[in-house]
C-alpha cells in the first residue's frame, strides 16, 4: 500500500508563493502527479513528472507553477509562484498507473489527503 502525505500548504498573499510537497511511502518508479480541488469545482489536473524527470503543465499554470522530485527521498513537489487569488483550493498529489501519466484522473491510483492553499488579496 502506497501512502503519499502532502504539506507546506497555507495561507499566502497574492503574488507570492508557496512550495508543496508530497512524501510517498517507499520507492515509487511511477509518474507522479498534482491536482486541485476548489470549493464547488471539480478536481483540476496541474502538472505530472515521470520518474526521468518528463513533465507535463496545465496551461492555467504553465509558467508560474514548476513539479520536480526528489527520487531519492521519494518526495515530490509543487513549486507556485506568483500565485492568484483563484489558485485557493485543496492541493492533492496523486502516483501514476505507469511510467506516464498525464491529466486524467483515472490514469492515478494514488492519491494523498491534501493540504489547503488559501490566497488573501
Known amino acids: 500500500q502506497v501512502q503519499l502525505v502532502e504539506s507546506g500548504g497555507g495561507l499566502v498573499q497574492a503574488g507570492g508563493s508557496l512550495r508543496l510537497s508530497c512524501a510517498a511511502s517507499g520507492r515509487t518508479f511511477f509518474a507522479m502527479g498534482w491536482f486541485r480541488q476548489a470549493p464547488e469545482k471539480e478536481r483540476e489536473f496541474l502538472a505530472a513528472?515521470?520518474?526521468?524527470?518528463?513533465?507535463v503543465y496545465a496551461d492555467s499554470v504553465k509558467g508560474r507553477f514548476t513539479v520536480s522530485r526528489d527520487n531519492a527521498k521519494n518526495t515530490v513537489y509543487l513549486q507556485m509562484n506568483n500565485v492568484h487569488i483563484e489558485d485557493t483550493a485543496v492541493y492533492y498529489c496523486a502516483r501514476g498507473r505507469g511510467m506516464l501519466a498525464g491529466s486524467a484522473e483515472n490514469e492515478y491510483d494514488y492519491w494523498g489527503q491534501g493540504t489547503q492553499v488559501t490566497v488573501s488579496s
Open positions: 513528472m515521470t520518474w526521468s524527470g518528463t513533465t
